[in-house]
T-cell receptor, first 113, second 110 residues
Framework: EAQVTQNPRYLITVTGKKLTVTCSQN?????MSWYRQDPGLGLRQIYY???????DKGDVPEGYKVSRKEKRNFPLILESPSPNQTSLYFC????????????FGSGTRLTVV | LAKTTQPISMDSYEGQEVNITCSHN???????ITWYQQFPSQGPRFIIQ???TKVTNEVASLFIPADRKSSTLSLPRVSLSDTAVYYC???????????FGKGTRLHILP
């Protein structure tokens, strides 16, 4: 089944403790992206990647890192999480960077206390 | 920076046709307009895309005027299960970023 898999689905952590949210897709998509979703703010892009070793900042990249060493994986790294990074995170992949054909993961609900 | 503007929320009744309009004044020449649907605690799901005029699939229709500065998603005969948030996406002509609007929360009443 074609899908984007995120892990974990839920995570509660403490301020400053490094964490990684994994994202993997099995569709051989070149384009991958991370979004965060907060009440009243819709979906905001954090980082995106056009291909292996090619990443770029989205609208809200502060406090996040990403890497794209393999085509299928695009982990999101929070080096020192803070409470304002409490959010619902989605990973997406696509064959195009023009907004159609995105497949989204099921989401990761992160709480930083 | 291109932005999209959608109504924050809409209510309708089962069996009605619902039209949601998105404004996008600075859409790029070569970009498509795409609509997504999102249920609570799930990732968005692709509904429909178009470039100009009208596109129809088994779920919805998309109407785009000649100037492409807006688009209208049309959902025929909605049911309670169509209650969701609907997002309009367009390309950003300045920096190639794809921008989600804040979405329209559609609430279908029995």
């Amino acid at each position: 089944e074609a899908q984007v898999t995120q892990n974990p689905r839920y995570l509660i952590t403490v301020t400053g403790k490094k964490l990684t949210v994994t994202c993997s897709q099995n569709m051989n998509h070149e384009y991958m992206s991370w979004y965060r979703q907060d009440p009243g703010l819709g979906l905001r892009q954090i980082y995106y990647s056009m291909n292996v070793e090619v990443t770029d900042k989205g609208d809200v990249p502060e406090g996040y890192k990403v890497s794209r060493k393999e085509k299928r994986n695009f982990p999101l790294i929070l080096e020192s999480p803070s409470p304002n990074q409490t959010s619902l995170y989605f990973c997406a992949s696509s064959f195009s960077d023009r907004g159609f054909g995105y497949t989204f993961g099921s989401g990761t609900r992160l709480t930083v206390v | 920076l291109a932005k999209t503007t959608q109504p924050i929320s809409m209510d309708s009744y089962e069996g009605q046709e619902v039209n949601i309009t998105c404004s996008h004044n600075n859409i790029a020449t070569n970009d498509y307009i795409t609509w997504y649907q999102q249920f609570p605690s799930q990732g968005p799901r692709f509904i429909i895309q178009g470039y100009k005029t009208k596109v129809t699939n088994e779920v919805a229709s998309l109407f785009i005027p000649a100037d492409r500065k807006s688009s209208t998603l049309s959902l025929p005969r909605v049911s309670l299960s169509d209650t969701a948030v609907y997002y309009c996406l367009v390309g950003d002509p300045r920096d190639d970023k794809i921008i989600f609007g804040k979405g329209t929360r559609l609430h279908i009443l029995p």
